[in-house]
Structures are given as structure tokens and as C-alpha cells.
């Protein structure tokens, strides 16, 4: 069954500091995954996503992400971190490639501090 | 030009009671998900609606019903409410059905509270 599971329930980084979000997926394929981020009251949007090739890929708002088959990882990253960061990040993966049927993570939640 | 827009914002029910939210897709698009999203959980797919028809289901029963109109807005209804039922329901659009597809977008949800 497809699973994902995101270790840190909340994190705090201070403002200019590098972040990693941690994100491990049960599938049994080839997997699509995906990160995205919630901010109070609002909808999910999109950072990035990996759908095959090369394994880092690159998101919105200077954030990147590097698939792992062989850890079952695919850690959400950015190298230096502002206040509008501070939301709410969920990790995905989707179920097959009919329908947009996506499991997601308990998410993490992120505060960045001045 | 509007993205998805779901109504009501909020909604206070008891139990037992019925609801319908409504979900009205991005401009070209014509398919429709419905997520829960529990306090603290990730969303979690109810079911998607294309062409007017259910084709995929989630783990969710039978009291979870949609449709899907010509103009490509949906409805979720839940019948006989719960306390669990109480969530934040997300509406995805897109343009055709595949997981690939990259113009996945989300509305800002309906916070259903049910007491």
C-alpha cells in the first residue's frame, strides 16, 4: 500500500538558515512524488515534483528536492530561508497515472524565526 | 482569471445532519477531487469526478456522494454527519485525469464543523 510519512511534525529554522524537510514513501513502483505547501486559510500549491530522470529537481520559490530510490527519500530543501516560508509542507506520492489520486504525509510545520 | 473556487468558506452542521459543498474549477479545466483534511492530517482523496461521472473512489463510505455538472462544477454532499466528519474539504481541478498532469490547483477549502 502507498504510504508517506514525514518524521518532523514541526521544525523551527531561523530566517537565512538552510531547511531539509524529511519525506519517506512506501511504494511499490515507480513512484510520482511531489511536495506541497499550505499557508493559513489557504489552498495547497504546488513547490515541485519528480516524475522520472534526473533526481534533484527543482521547485518554486528556491526550493529543490532530491529523489532517493534506494532510501525511499525525497527530501524537500532550500539553502536559505525567509519569513514567508513559515507554513505548512506536505510530501505525496501518487497512487498511478490515472487519476490524480495522492497520498499524502501528516505534514510538517514550519516556523522561522527572526 | 479565477482559480477554484469552493463555497461556503465555513460551515457549522449537527450531527445527523446533511451538507453540500460546491467547487467551481479553474477556467479549461474539466476534472474535479475532492480531499478531507482532518486537524493535523494530510488530506486525503475522496473521489474524482470526470465527465459527469465518478471514476475514482478513496477510502471514504457510502454517506460521501458527489456530482459533477455539465459546466464542470461538482458537489460534495455527506449524509448523516458525524463528529468525524468535522475537516477541512479541499476541491483539486485539472484538465483531463492523469497524475502526471501538472496543472493540478486547489481551492482554499470549506471548514466543515460538525457538533
Known amino acids: 500500500a502507498q504510504s508517506v510519512t514525514q518524521p518532523d511534525i514541526h521544525i523551527t529554522v531561523s530566517e537565512g538558515a538552510s531547511l531539509e524537510l524529511r519525506c519517506n514513501y512506501s511504494y511499490g513502483a515507480t513512484p510520482y512524488l511531489f511536495w506541497y505547501v499550505q499557508s493559513p486559510g489557504q489552498g495547497l500549491q504546488l513547490l515541485l515534483k519528480y516524475f522520472s530522470g534526473d533526481t534533484l529537481v527543482q521547485g518554486i520559490k528556491g526550493f529543490e528536492a532530491e529523489f532517493k530510490r534506494s532510501q525511499s527519500s525525497f527530501n524537500l530543501r532550500k539553502p536559505s530561508v525567509h519569513w514567508s516560508d513559515a507554513a505548512e509542507y506536505f510530501c505525496?506520492?501518487?497512487?498511478?497515472?490515472?487519476?490524480?489520486?495522492?497520498?499524502f504525509g501528516t505534514g510538517t510545520s514550519l516556523t522561522v524565526i527572526p | 482569471d479565477a482559480g477554484v473556487t469552493q463555497s461556503p468558506t465555513h460551515l457549522i452542521k449537527t450531527r445527523g445532519q446533511q451538507v453540500t459543498l460546491r467547487c467551481s474549477p479553474k477556467s479549461g479545466h474539466d476534472t474535479v477531487s475532492w480531499y478531507q483534511q482532518a486537524l493535523g492530517q494530510g488530506p486525503q482523496f475522496i473521489f474524482q469526478y470526470y465527465e459527469e461521472e465518478e471514476r475514482q473512489r478513496g477510502n471514504f463510505p457510502d454517506r460521501f456522494s458527489g456530482h459533477q455538472f455539465p459546466n464542470y462544477s461538482s458537489e460534495l454532499n455527506v449524509n448523516a454527519l458525524l463528529l468525524g466528519d468535522s475537516a477541512l474539504y479541499l476541491c483539486?481541478?485539472?484538465?483531463?485525469?492523469?497524475?502526471?498532469?501538472?496543472?493540478?490547483?486547489f481551492g482554499s477549502g470549506t471548514q466543515l464543523s460538525v457538533l
Open positions: 483539486a481541478s485539472s484538465f483531463r485525469t492523469g497524475i502526471t498532469n501538472e496543472k493540478l490547483f
Open positions: 505525496a506520492v501518487g497512487a498511478n497515472t490515472y487519476g490524480n489520486q495522492f497520498y
